[in-house]
């Protein structure tokens, strides 16, 4: 079993910045294929980035690429998400997603085995 816990959400202007975290538990981290999807209100979730094993290939989803950044730090056991340039569109329940049986990403979340609870991500205009 993998435990994860986001954090960071908030309420934040058109325009700011946020950066959420999720700290994971449970499995060998440095195992953990990782993503970060939404739900924004009255949505389907959806994704928006993921990150494999190593760090070392990420990918976005159109709506979020040149403003949101995932990255990872195995020593911390944690996922980043920075987020820039908010809109209020990126209004949404943001959730931390892991996957110990595949190496790369996916924007799939279907294929992602543990889920986060969400942390909530307000921009207002």
């Known amino acids: 079993q993998v435990q994860l816990v986001e954090s960071g959400g908030g309420l934040v202007q058109d325009g700011g910045s946020l950066r959420l975290s999720c700290a994971a538990s449970g499995r060998t981290f440095s195992g953990l294929a990782l993503g970060w999807f939404r739900r924004g209100p009255g949505k389907e979730r959806v994704f928006v980035t993921a990150i494999s094993r190593s760090g070392g290939s990420t990918s976005y989803a159109e709506t979020v690429k040149g403003r949101f950044t995932i990255s990872r730090d195995n020593t911390k056991n944690t996922v980043y998400l920075q987020m820039n340039s908010l809109k209020p569109e990126d209004t949404a329940v943001y959730y931390c997603?892991?996957?110990?049986?595949?190496?790369?990403?996916?924007?799939?979340?279907?294929?992602?085995?543990?889920w986060g609870q969400g942390t909530q991500v307000t921009v207002s205009s």
């Open positions: 997603a892991a996957d110990q049986r595949r190496f790369g990403t996916s924007d799939v979340w279907h294929e992602y085995e543990y």
